[in-house]
């Protein structure tokens, strides 16, 4: 069985100031894992993905995560906050085999003071 | 590139009405989704199609949801009868090794 957990159902930043998600997993083989992003009244737009190799994954927006097998993580950060990020946020974690059913976490709310 | 598109974007029925709503996929993209999100939460799959298959169904209240992707295209999913509780935004996403999504039906049951 897998699952996700996002800590944080709001996270409040100053505009220009880090970005930081959290998102621990669990898994029982080797996770993909997922960050999606979702503006008010649209779906979910796929940020970025690790599936294997390099454990810093870059994605679209400036946005990058970094897969910490040892602590079951897989934070998403941004260096420097803008407007245009304020939406919700969602960490979700399939896997390699079968048909790629994806679990996603409860998500976080990114409110971003100007 | 198309997205994936649905219809409708909204919708507003009483208690005990039924409901359908229209997804369709990216050409080429074999695997389809139906997934319920109730405000203030991470989406819920309800069934997952491989080509016109279900490879999971088992979230989907089946006395009263269903679902079908004829010719392994298009895909409906059906409510009926509805429940106060089955508003949400109904999503549909396809993927080949990552999913895309459409805007989502937001439902509600009044």
């Known amino acids: 069985a897998q699952s996700v957990t996002q800590l944080g159902s709001h996270v409040s930043v100053s505009e220009g100031a880090l970005v930081l998600l959290r998102c621990n997993y669990s898994?029982?083989?080797?996770?993909?894992l997922f960050w999606y992003v979702q503006y008010p009244n649209q779906g979910l737009q796929l940020l970025l993905k690790y599936t294997t190799g390099a454990t810093l994954v870059k994605g679209i927006n400036g946005f990058e995560a970094e897969f910490k097998k040892s602590e079951t993580s897989f934070h998403l950060t941004k260096p420097s906050a803008h407007m245009s990020d304020a939406a919700e946020y969602f960490c979700?974690?399939?896997?390699?085999?079968?048909?790629?059913?994806?679990?996603f976490g409860t998500g976080t709310k990114l409110q971003v003071i100007p | 590139e198309a997205g994936v598109a649905q219809s409708p974007r909204y919708k507003i029925i009483e208690k005990r009405q039924s409901v359908a709503f229209w997804c369709n996929p990216i050409?080429?993209?074999?695997?389809l989704y139906w997934y319920q999100q109730i405000l203030g939460q991470g989406p819920k799959l309800l069934i997952q199609f491989q080509n016109n298959g279900v490879v999971d169904d088992s979230q989907l209240p089946k006395d009263r949801f269903s679902a079908e992707r004829l010719k392994g295209v298009d895909s409906t999913l059906k409510i009926q009868p509805a429940k106060l509780e089955d508003s949400a935004v109904y999503l549909c996403?396809?993927?080949?090794?990552?999913?895309?999504f459409g805007p989502g039906t937001r439902l509600t049951v009044t």
């Open positions: 996403a396809s993927s080949t090794t990552e999913q895309y």
């Open positions: 979700a974690v399939s896997y390699s085999g079968g048909y790629q059913k994806v679990t």
């Open positions: 898994s029982s083989v080797p996770p993909y």
């Open positions: 050409s080429g993209h074999a695997t």
